[in-house]
């Protein structure tokens, strides 16, 4: 279970009020690369962690700092909204700021909806999907879908950092992209303590690769037709990460047939020409 | 741009026709572990590639095999609802075969909107959506990211291949299995090549880390409360992955004070309680 | 503005209550091809329509007609919910009812979030989506969007029709689907009415043919590689159906160049390598 | 800013695992009626609150209470996993225990995509939406939003009761039915506290009421066509709940114009018909 | 079933059509403070309103005046929309008006998808979503519903007032607020009308309380960690609002243990370690 | 199976990038009425197609085909991204050219997101969505889903060309405007092959007419009330065109009753007033 402190874990202060930033705060709250994303994701990791318990627990105590992320950013639109209308007024000569402030570049539903407030949504208005809450039961796979989560994160906020000049915002954002430097590495440490590559793939490990098409495991499948350059890399070439094969170049070849699907059946009430033309015609 | 085939890369056979598989592997059509979100991913990671012209090649190879996955999969569902209804009246002595086949646990739009086909929705009849199109421009970030979307791909195949006993089922989903092992170690042998974590980390590695607040970049901040075992492990001391630090584990502390929100501003309109109340009430 | 009178617009009779037809039923309601998107569909066509009244006047007519489908629908389900614990329980031997029922193909929803009600969601739960509301100021568009939508309605109620065997419910399908054939030949009158084909297209009509690349108007463009079949029929020759011009058959060929982006912008925070590397890699 | 606890709230205990049901307890988690609509809906109206801060702590208090909700019935799904295929066998004689599990009632996502564990998702497996958390910035309207949200929470929960005979989750429910029995009474509290009808209606009351139209402020407008009953009750007559006015049943009558819209403009790219017509048709 | 007038319920007049104002109309459209969700729940909840017929009526008759508002508003964006590129043109000194109208804080989608109209979908472009069509089918959390509907609509409405200077947009929201004024106490006078808050608490009140866990029913749980003021108000005090019990203050302690799930069964493919590891790790 | 050319299948070049374009641009990749849609739509009909295979051919080739207009719009967003800080800060003297660029018109995601390249979301935001992938099994359903799609496509495609002066943008969408011509017309062409309206009519034709209610088949039914103008036209009088009945105008007139439902069942938790009421209320 949870509790809470009334203090933020770090200082949220706003010099000059600008609700064009808190837009695209919202991407950070509720934007794939958000926080209530990544909150989710780990307490639901944690909620459902089966095998060693050490890794349940880091997972909560890191999902219940991301709580407080949230809390920090919402905070942070707040503050941005704050005498939205009058500073606008100022730049654009308005007959009615808050029309002005609205139509500025702010979220016109931080205004409608939650009278000058913060969202359960992205910087474009599009609500907060449950369906990028991974928590797939398999650790390996889960860490990578972390490793994603920090990494687009951390470029999120760089972003963030560099579409505003305010103090306030820009020492809050030096907080939180460190956070994200430490939260990507947690996830690759725990790559590391399962034995790294060879200790973790194919992903999962515990189906038997012997039951996998194992001529086609390590083969680069080329698709471009003549003239296009083949994609040489590390990927082409050498021994596999895990430690099992041997990488290789191949053009792609159909390995399979034409597909035949049987008429359609009475019931599924297709057009009378597809079920009687289906032998005649070619 | 593009061309087609009418051979499928690989056999598809179904020996005995199952509705409710082809319920099933709707999640790798179209879930968020599925193959048009890998196929889209990739594409869109190639279509906006910025930086060396070899990376942009090999997106679009690898994007243009997981289209023919989709058609593999589709056609798959097709095979597997043939003969449905039939098949199902044997096993339950239903009155109404159609109804029973709905019942049975497929997926009714695959007959009431698709007339025994596939759809472009996961195995709960959601939708794909495209928010799970992840191209950061970032390309450590996107490697991540497909790493991701292969794990959870391959344990999903896996559990697919558990759930069928048909032959040809299987000898399908072991071509999947191994291509995803193939993709894995695809995207991970990109990160091998930018350098490893030395060379990628902190993903975006282009930000200048001396503008992040760095002495919080490599803790461990626990949140547990007295009585919470502490978590330690890789993450908790020893080197960071990016061999700019060193980790730490440290118990959080509020660094930050209590949040303060002005009063609200009278065009927002909320109850006359709330702005009178601002300065009395504590 | 609108009126209701307390009849439905036709009977609805369940004969033998079926909580898992009030399933099936609710892709009628809430699904893509259901009567809350043509109902949607026709008002939001009328509120914007624009030009000769009398197709506003039409819309507007049809689409009341549609509230009162929704519903007969949402009684229907209604009444196949009613007594369904207790049928139930009897063909299953079941210790607890509710949970057979719940569990033997009905919506759960339709008890835990409506109390055995319909919802506005489709077969599968999925709510219904305003995207579906097509409205495009196009009347053209906007016929043959109402066409779409009564032709895959039509085929919705057969299907549904041939997935119960209760007469009181085929009395109603019977009814919708008699619906379904008048409101799919009211919008092709319309079609007739502004001169068919030629009087048409291309849609839109007014947008002037000349600006548009005429080389490439009228072929088909063949994709297929090597060894596929040609796909000739009435779109590869005879004159154009907007009578301007000649169909033609031809395997497509790049008219374009292979897309060359520039670099990285610095604040887009790609890895250092993509942008160091965009000169010197291929 | 969150710390944790590593226990629970309140003891959960499942003595005979049932998928199925693990199933409906989905919808306590990310359903419309929610753990995770509660949670979040509290803390964001807690993070955006302005007016005397007693309220914000408040909501901070109970939406911390409610993650600890969403870990419980996280919990409790995992534990209704546990055994799955095994059990089921039994009851069905099957080939392929887990296919007849994954078919038999369960929602198959919880085995594909979360080995057996808890989703963000609904009990038909839509993922939680965002745009269910209500902060809209108005005391009295949150407060009503709070309401609705554990009404319709302890009517699910009422319902999941009926729907298991496992001692261990009716123990469960007893307890979160419990809460939602406090939690409905603590925001109708707030209303009390604010001065009840009189003090809070119509909200927002901050809005000066001689602003709009009042003489239909009070109006019950009957829609009615002949022959339909007059829908008579405490709304039709004596004082309104504000004090401020009179209730009254009247027949709605139109008091506006048919609408008139201008032609299509050129850029809109209507049918030329539309835009030739606008004149000589009616 | 349904019929229509061709007037509109009150007049739509735009003196100065503003392209941006039709962009935050839809809030109220397509938006879940909107008016396709008030006619829709009040709607679904008449087709399923179980018990006194009087309801159903009084439901039935309302939500068919909303379709009406929806067609208000529909008509108020389509007039807003006229003159769009002309008048921005003059603004903004620019060289494609119709470039410039549709950058100036209009809603793209109001011209690229429906030519210059309305939209179902809210001011940020996101469709409607049924899944806000709340009708559980008990009464009073229905009404609750409502009356939040009614609270947060009243609440944009005035804040759409505050956002325009229009003369004629500013009647026709008089004219809606007013409607909200009327509806909120409507649906609370059905509560008044079943006997306030002792004749309908807890929600639902047909569970009986008993079965319960009575000693958590009336307690406010603190979650607050040492430092935080405890939120006293009527809520920690007096009797409770169903007449049932005592309301009173608790710091919230663990009532249950550690959750211990199971190790990942072999078909849920894991890591190994994690199942090797679920007994030595901790 | 498919394979990719390094080429574009037509030139995408940009003179002067525009990053609000870009945004314009989106809806034409995501939206509604977008590529992503038509190529998904017209792949997923091959897929599952059943009948005569020249239509699965043809209907494999464009969808190939549509593949790479995916491509080159996507390639048109992220030139038009190029040099956007730097061009706008001209515009707009602003202090900031990343913030002013960002809040100038463009969609804040191509930045935070996907650091100047295009997403798989319309010109709003919102992700494009599978449910639009129309493919009912039914061949003439799907042409008129198709004609759909490419008219509403081409009216898409026209107002862009008039939302930019770009030379480069406007030769792009010359191509694809011709190409939405060829094949609104390809898919018609269908329609006379399968001996347009009475060889179609009603869809399904395969669905027997004589069980629906033929005495409702040809009925325009009018639902205004008095007062409102008749809507005739060619659907209220002639042969209707599948040739097998008369059009005809008729008033509606309720055919049904008054919808009598149950009372709720104890096990619905309904407030108790429902229960008792039932009976004596009116």
Not at 224 to 250: A, H, I, K
């Amino acid at each position: 279970m949870f509790y809470y402190d009334n203090k933020l874990q770090y200082t949220v202060r706003v010099d000059t009020p600008d609700p064009r930033f808190a837009r695209l705060l919202q991407q950070a709250i509720g934007g794939v690369e958000g926080e209530m994303r990544v909150c989710l994701q780990y307490l639901f990791q944690a909620f459902g962690a089966r095998g060693p318990a050490k890794y349940r627990n880091m997972l909560m105590s890191t999902g219940t700092e991301e709580i407080g992320h949230i809390e920090m950013l919402a905070t942070a639109v707040a503050l941005n909204l704050e005498g939205a209308p009058s500073r606008l007024k100022d730049q654009m000569a308005a007959d009615n700021p808050v029309v002005e402030a609205l139509m500025g570049g702010m979220d016109p539903r931080q205004y409608l909806s939650a009278g000058m407030a913060a969202l359960a949504s992205d910087a474009n208005g599009v609500p907060f999907n449950g369906s990028h809450v991974y928590a797939s039961g398999n650790l390996a796979a889960d860490m990578y879908a972390n490793v994603t989560a920090e990494a687009t994160g951390r470029a999120l906020a760089c972003r963030l950092f560099e579409a505003t000049d305010d103090p306030g915002m820009k020492d809050m954002l030096r907080f939180l992209i460190a956070r994200d430097t430490m939260h990507q590495q947690q996830w690759l440490a725990v790559i590391e303590e399962l034995g790294g590559h060879k200790g973790t793939l194919p992903i999962p490990n515990s189906f038997p690769v012997e039951e996998e098409l194992r001529k086609v495991s390590y083969d680069y499948f080329f698709t471009g037709v003549d003239g296009v350059d083949l994609p040489t890399g590390r990927w082409t070439q050498g021994e596999s990460l895990d430690g099992l094969g041997e990488f290789r170049l191949n053009a792609v070849q159909p390995m399979g047939e034409e597909p035949k699907l049987a008429p359609p059946m009475p019931q599924a009430y297709a057009e009378k020409q597809q079920m009687e033309g289906a032998a005649d015609h070619k």
